[in-house]
């Protein structure tokens, strides 16, 4: 046997074992998930003094506010009053202490409509249920898409599994892979020159609105008119319904709960996982207003880089890459999550197929220039779910470590890295064919 083989034997041993260890991983979350359930402590938080209720739960209520308000016309929406009465009398016993309003789109609340006719586990499993299967769906079939085999799926599915946003996600009730679902569907039809439906996706998708404006300047760019008059479409579509179910009131006063709503948006800052947040845990003492300034000017920043990577890079890369779109979307995606005003754990479920389109692009070109950097990129991607528990369990161990956003800090590397390759691969010439398989063979 010669060095190199038994090197090759020998790193199959670990990442076999690794991926054991993922699958193992995934399956006690679950476990962990399933007994919250049976107990019923799934859907509360925090202590007793200070109990809050999951995101499942405000999901929940927006399917009852809106029922209400389609069938007795007595209600607006966002009525933080009604909203907080629906909200306790769900949890009942338990009353929550603090108010704050869902601040999702009108047409969120009539997609949530159907989980009225369910109890709060019933709707719990239905939905978590669907996002499982959705999440299973879009993964193997960008997989298969990207010539990943078969036994590669079922790798790449316990590496999303074991992935901790995921579960956060899964336990929480959280809508984030619906998110993850509607932007890969957005940069798939992207890519065909779909703008009009593109567009679509794009409204129905998309439905946490602060990642709307990067999503929105990348259909721009590439669809243009096309794209705008299917965003008209696509929007009138979504609302005229909104008005006849919950009134006018509830489509035109949509814009006056983001600018004024005040209930929640300093109170969840330090729990985000974005530049930010992570600006907050460094300086508490700036204002929240300073704050806001900053991070919005770096979040139309990284717009106008964003901007200027399909306009100016993406035309040379797509003539050494065939899967320059894909590199370009998988870079946005990243750019999206960190600079992003709003952004928490969660969301990161949303870079799951963006890590595996540069798995497969960017990390498989054949440039000797930046080998370390696509190695490392490669890496990084491979043992995401372990870097992330890693620094799950160093915050937990050593407090003084909560002021770092390391989900955000690995996702700005992973950024750092694609931009260093991004850059290089822009200016080199015709590539020769080369894969570095994922499945351990």
């Known amino acids: 046997m010669t060095k190199n083989s038994a090197l090759r034997n020998a790193i199959k041993g670990c990442l076999s074992i690794y991926f054991v260890f993922l699958f193992l991983l995934s399956v006690t979350s679950f476990n962990m998930i399933k007994q919250r359930f049976n107990n019923g402590t799934l859907f509360l938080t925090g202590h007793e003094s200070e109990c809050k209720a999951v995101d499942f739960v405000s999901a929940y ?3 009852l506010i809106a029922k209400r308000s389609a069938t007795q016309h007595d209600c607006f929406i966002y009525d933080t009053d009604i909203q907080f009465a629906i909200t306790n009398e769900i949890l009942k016993p338990v009353t929550l202490g603090a108010k704050r309003v ?27 249920g669907c996002n499982l299967v ?5 993964l193997v079939y960008i997989a298969r898409k990207e010539s990943f085999s078969w036994a590669d799926c079922g790798l790449i599915l316990i590496w999303a599994l074991a992935y901790g946003p995921v579960m956060t996600c899964l336990q929480s009730g959280q809508m ?4 993850a679902a509607g932007l890969t569907s957005v940069w798939l039809l992207l890519e065909k020159q779909k703008y009009v439906l593109a567009a679509f996706a794009t409204a129905f998708g998309i439905v946490k609105i602060q990642y709307l404006p990067f999503v929105v300047i990348c259909g721009l760019v590439l669809g243009r008119k096309k794209y705008v008059l299917g965003l008209i479409a696509a929007f009138t579509t979504l609302l005229l319904p909104c008005v006849f179910l919950f009134g006018p009131r509830a489509v035109f006063g949509y814009p006056n709960v983001i600018l004024f709503n005040d209930g929640s948006r300093w109170s969840t800052l330090q729990y985000m996982e974005n530049i930010r947040a992570q600006i907050f845990c460094l300086l508490p003492i700036i204002s929240p207003s300073v704050l806001f300034i900053v991070s919005a000017c770096l979040m139309l920043m990284a717009m106008i880089i964003q901007a200027y990577i399909w306009l100016r890079y993406y035309p040379k890369l797509l003539l050494v890459d065939k899967d320059a779109f894909k590199v370009c979307a998988a870079v946005s995606t990243l750019m999206m999550l960190s600079f992003s005003l709003h952004t928490f754990a969660y969301d990161y479920v949303a870079s799951l197929v963006p890590c595996i389109w540069l ?6 070109f054949p440039s000797p220039a930046t080998i370390v950097y696509r190695r490392s990129l490669k890496y990084m991607i491979l043992f995401f779910p372990l870097i992330y528990l890693g620094c799950s369990v160093l915050q937990q161990k050593y407090p003084t ?3 770092l956003r390391f ?15 991004f850059l290089s691969l822009s200016k080199s010439g015709t590539p020769t064919s080369e894969q570095e398989p994922l499945a351990i063979t």
Do not use: H, Q
Request: proline fraction near 6%.
């Open 61 to 63: 209520m927006t399917s």
């Open 102 to 128: 869902v601040e999702y789109p009108p047409y969120f609340y009539t997609f949530m409509y159907p989980l009225s006719f369910f109890s709060l586990k019933g709707a719990w499993l239905v939905w978590d």
């Open 134 to 138: 959705l999440l299973i769906i879009a």
């Open 176 to 179: 984030a892979i619906w998110l």
């Open 359 to 364: 798995y497969r692009g960017i990390c498989d």
């Open 401 to 403: 470590l909560e002021c």
């Open 407 to 421: 989900p955000c800090l690995i996702n700005c590397v992973v950024l750092l890295l694609c931009l260093k390759i």
